[in-house]
């Protein structure tokens, strides 16, 4: 059975981690600066592990090529 994932769901996974890393930014606790970096690295690599076993989505590819993950010093 073959797994396919709507680009939508993982655009969506896209934007819920650029909001964690823009919390992070902003965030005066490192703590949940590191909490929020942790969970945005988290999703990117789920995003980026569905499209794997998507079938040659060229949306998909084009939406993890604009998605820039910002670095954060914690």
């Keep these: 059975m073959e797994y396919s994932t ?4 993982l ?6 981690a650029a909001k964690l890393r823009h919390l992070a930014e902003t965030s005066p606790e490192e703590v949940d600066q590191a909490l929020y970096v942790n969970a945005a690295a988290a999703l990117e690599a ?4 569905l499209t794997t076993h ?7 590819a084009s939406a993890l090529q ?4 910002v670095d954060v010093l914690v």
């Design 6 to 9: 709507p680009p939508r769901d």
């Design 11 to 16: 655009r969506t996974l896209l934007s819920v």
């Design 46 to 49: 789920r995003a980026r592990w």
């Design 54 to 60: 998507l079938s040659g989505d060229d949306i998909v």
């Design 66 to 69: 604009m998605h820039r993950p």
